[in-house]
Nanobody, 120 residues
Framework: QVRVVESGGGLVQAGGSLRLSCVVS????????LGWYRQAPGTKRDLIAG???????KYADSVKGRFTISRDNSKKMLYLQMNSLKPEDTAVYYC??????????????WGLGTQVTVSS
């Protein structure tokens, strides 16, 4: 089973930076695509950045040019460097496989996430 633990969130002023980290454990290996998702109050959870095993990346338009996703397969770590943060980036951030891990009978697995709050 896949397990993730996100960290690195916090309160930051607009224009500031944060680096999120995620420890990935369980039934996952270096060929699994990974991603960062976020969910703001009243909205659905969306993929905002993804990285393949080979290091190819993709980004939502809303974060392109400001956020950088990376992974360390040897440490089973996933990272998200967030620069030039905006108040609209305020959300709970989650890491997961891409697409998200799904267990029959249990549904989609998610970790607890990490809260990012950007003040104006």
């Amino acid at each position: 089973q896949v397990r993730v633990v996100e960290s690195g969130g916090g309160l930051v002023q607009a224009g500031g930076s944060l680096r999120l980290s995620c420890v990935v454990s369980g039934s996952i290996d270096s060929i699994t695509d990974l991603g960062w998702y976020r969910q703001a109050p009243g909205t659905k959870r969306d993929l905002i950045a993804g990285v393949t095993a080979g290091g190819n990346t993709k980004y939502a338009d809303s974060v392109k040019g400001r956020f950088t996703i990376s992974r360390d397969n040897s440490k089973k770590m996933l990272y998200l460097q967030m620069n030039s943060l905006k108040p609209e980036d305020t959300a709970v951030y989650y890491c997961n496989t891409d697409p998200p891990t799904f267990y029959s009978g249990l549904g989609t697995y998610w970790g607890l996430g990490t809260q990012v709050t950007v003040s104006s």
